[in-house]
C-alpha cells in the first residue's frame, strides 16, 4: 500500500506539472475555439504586417501577406498533421496517466473500506456459558458453568482467562454485561475493539441488585485478564492500570469523551438450563451477539 | 517543379507536397507507421484495461460503502425518560416507537429501584450476508424488581396481533402485516422459550438497562437501539 501511495503521488505530481500545458494545448489545437482563436491571432498578424511605413492600411500588402501565409501553411501541412497526431496521442497518454492514478486511488479506498468492513464485524468473545438443573438438597437450584475469555494482543486471539461455577435459584438465568462502545472512526480504523464484561448473573426469581457479581470493581475483570506473557508492551502492573482507567472512564464524562468511549450501559441474556453451550461475542457496531 | 514546390506535371496528385512524400517514404522505409499503430493499439487496449479496472473498483467501493452502511444501520424501537429518582424509587415514561420514530404508545412507569430495565425479545433473520433484526419490548422491572414480577407492556403497542412499533405507512400491504404478525408470534412461542441460533433465525430475550458504573440520571432520556445483527444498545 505503501509503495501504491509513492506512486500515486508520483502520477499526481506529474498531472499536476503537465495538466496546465495539456489544457492549453488542447484548447488551441483540439477544440473548435482554439482553432478560431489561432486563426484571429494569424489575421492579427497578418493585419499588423500589412501595415505600411506610415502605418496606414495597405490592402495589397495584407493579400500579399495572406496568401503566403497559406502557402507556408500549405507547405508545413505535413508538420502540423504529425503535429496533432502526436499532440493527441500525448493528450491520449496523459488521460491514461490520470486514469492509472484514479484506479490507485480506487484501488486504495477499496482497501481501507475493506479493512473498516472487517473492523465493523470483528467480534471478540468475551464469555461461555452452560446452565443446567441440579438438586441442591432438594431444592431446585441452577448449575451456571462460566468460561472467561480476554483478547492477547501477542496471539491475536481471544484465549482462556478464568472459570467459574454458580448455583442460583429460579427458572431461566439472566446473564448480565456491561458494554462499552466506542466512537466509530476508531472502531473503523482498528485503533480500538468494543469491550464488553460479564457483570451480574441474576434470574427470574432474584434481582439484578440481588444477584451474583462476576466482576468485582477494584480487580481486573476476567475478561480482561491476561497471562504477563500475553500483555503486548505494557507491564503487568500498567496493564491493570490501564484496564481500570478504561473502566473508570465511563463514570468520567471527559474521560470518556477522551478515550471516544460512544455508550455505555448493560444487558442481560436470559437463558432457560438446557445444559446447552452459549457463547457470547462483542461485535464491532455494538452490543453483544449470541451463538 | 514550380518555386513553390508543386511538382507541376503530377497533375493525378496535385496537392500532394513533396514534405508529404518524404515523411510518407521514410515512414513506410522505417516501418514507422506499423511501430505507431502497434504503439497507439498498446495505448488503446491499456485504456481499455483500467477503464474496465477502474470500474471494477468502484462497483467494489460502492458495494462496500453500501455493506458499511447497513453494518451501521440501526433502528430506535423504544426511549426512557427518566422523570425522577428519590428514595429509591425511579419514575420514568417509556416510549414505543415505530419505524419512522413516532412514538405509537407511552406509559409512565413508578417503581422501586434506581435503574430501569426493558426486557426485549429479539428475532434476527438472515439470509447470505445479509439479515434483519425485529425487537419487540416485552417486559418492565428494575434492579431490584425481580424478573418474574416484571410488568408487561406487549398490550401497550399491540393491536389486533400485529405490533405497532413495526407499522410502516408506506408498506402496509397484507404480507407484511401477515410477515409481522408471525414473526412477532413466534418471538413470544411460550413463555419459556430456549434461546434459538439457527443459521437463518435467531430469538434471543434480552433486558437492557444503564451503566452498572454511572446510574441513569433524571431528566435524560435513552435510547435503545437494534442493529441489524441482533445486538442492543442503549444511547
Known amino acids: ?8 503521488g508520483l502520477l499526481d505530481g506529474f498531472l499536476k506539472l503537465a495538466g496546465p500545458l495539456f489544457q492549453v494545448a488542447r484548447f488551441l489545437f483540439l477544440t473548435v475555439w482554439g482553432w478560431i482563436l489561432i486563426g484571429i491571432s494569424i489575421f492579427i498578424i497578418i493585419w499588423n504586417n500589412s501595415l505600411n511605413r506610415d502605418g496606414q492600411f495597405s490592402p495589397l500588402r495584407f493579400f500579399g501577406n495572406t496568401i503566403q501565409g497559406l502557402f507556408q501553411f500549405y507547405f508545413s501541412i505535413a508538420s502540423v498533421i504529425i503535429s496533432l497526431i502526436l499532440l493527441i496521442v500525448l493528450s491520449f497518454v496523459y ?26 464485524k470483528a467480534e471478540r468473545k468475551i464469555m461461555e456459558l452452560r446452565s443446567e438443573y441440579v438438586l ?16 492477547s494482543p501477542i496471539q491475536d486471539k ?14 431461566k438465568i439472566y446473564a448480565g454485561f456491561g458494554v462499552i462502545n466506542f466512537d466509530y472512526s476508531l472502531i473503523e480504523k482498528g485503533e480500538t475493539k468494543n469491550v464488553a464484561f460479564p457483570d451480574r448473573l441474576y434470574s427470574d426469581s432474584i434481582s439484578y441488585e440481588r444477584g451474583i457479581r462476576l466482576i468485582s470493581g477494584e480487580d481486573v475483570p476476567y475478561t480482561f485478564r491476561l497471562d504477563e506473557n500475553d500483555i503486548l508492551l505494557l507491564s503487568p502492573d500498567d496493564y491493570k492500570t490501564q484496564i481500570q482507567r478504561i473502566m473508570g472512564a465511563v463514570t468520567n464524562k471527559s474521560e470518556a469523551k477522551r478515550l471516544g468511549v460512544r455508550t455505555f450501559y448493560g444487558e442481560a441474556f436470559a437463558i432457560v438450563p438446557s445444559g446447552k453451550v452459549y457463547t457470547f461475542y462483542s461485535t464491532g457496531t455494538g452490543g453483544i451477539v449470541v451463538r | 517543379m514550380n ?3 508543386i511538382r507541376g506535371n503530377e497533375r493525378s496528385r496535385p496537392f500532394i507536397t513533396n514534405e508529404i512524400i518524404g515523411v510518407e517514404v521514410y515512414m513506410k522505409k522505417s516501418g514507422s507507421i506499423e511501430k505507431f499503430l502497434l504503439v497507439l493499439f498498446f495505448l488503446a487496449s491499456a485504456a481499455v484495461f483500467i477503464y474496465l479496472l477502474n470500474q471494477s473498483f468502484l462497483i467494489r467501493k460502492i458495494n462496500l460503502e453500501k455493506a458499511i452502511s447497513y453494518v451501521k444501520s440501526k433502528y430506535t424501537f423504544a426511549k426512557i425518560r427518566v422523570t425522577s429518582k428519590k428514595e429509591n424509587t425511579i419514575s420514568f415514561v417509556l416510549y ?26 429479539v428475532l434476527v433473520l438472515k439470509k447470505g450476508d445479509s439479515s434483519k ?23 401497550l403497542y399491540v393491536k389486533s396481533g400485529f405490533p405497532l412499533n413495526y407499522y410502516n405507512s408506506s408498506g402496509m400491504d397484507r404480507d407484511y402485516i401477515f410477515t409481522i404478525k408471525e414473526i412477532f408470534k413466534k418471538s413470544f412461542g411460550e413463555e419459556n422459550f430456549p434461546m434459538i441460533r439457527g443459521a437463518g433465525l435467531v430469538i434471543m430475550d434480552v433486558s437492557l438497562h444503564q451503566s452498572i ?3 441513569s440520571t433524571e431528566g435524560r432520556t435513552y435510547e435503545a437501539i437494534v442493529h441489524p445483527n441482533g445486538s442492543l444498545e442503549v444511547e
Not at chain 1, 491514461?96 to 465493523?120: C, D, F, P, Q
Not at chain 2, 413516532?102 to 426493558?118: H, L, P, R, W, Y
Open chain 1, 158 to 171: 481471544d484465549i482462556p482467562s478464568g472459570c467459574e461455577e454458580h448455583l442460583i435459584s429460579g427458572r
Open chain 2, 213 to 215: 458504573f454511572k446510574t
Open chain 2, 3 to 5: 518555386g513553390y514546390g
Open chain 2, 133 to 155: 433484526a425485529f425487537a419487540f419490548p416485552y417486559s418492565i422491572y428494575t434492579d431490584e424488581i425481580k424478573p418474574a414480577d416484571a410488568i408487561n407492556i406487549t398490550n
Open chain 1, 136 to 151: 441442591s438438597g432438594e431444592v431446585k437450584m441452577i448449575k451456571v458453568m462460566i468460561q472467561y475469555y480476554a483478547y
Open chain 1, 1 to 8: 500500500m505503501e509503495s501504491l501511495k509513492i506512486l500515486q
Open chain 2, 96 to 121: 414505543i416507537l415505530n419505524q419512522e420514530g413516532k412514538t405509537v404508545a407511552e406509559q409512565d412507569f413508578n417503581m422501586q429501584g434506581e435503574e430501569f430495565f426493558i426486557g426485549v425479545k
Open chain 1, 95 to 120: 488521460n491514461l496517466v490520470g486514469e492509472v492514478s484514479k484506479g490507485i486511488s480506487l484501488y486504495r479506498e477499496v482497501k481501507m473500506l475493506e479493512a473498516t468492513l472487517k473492523n465493523l
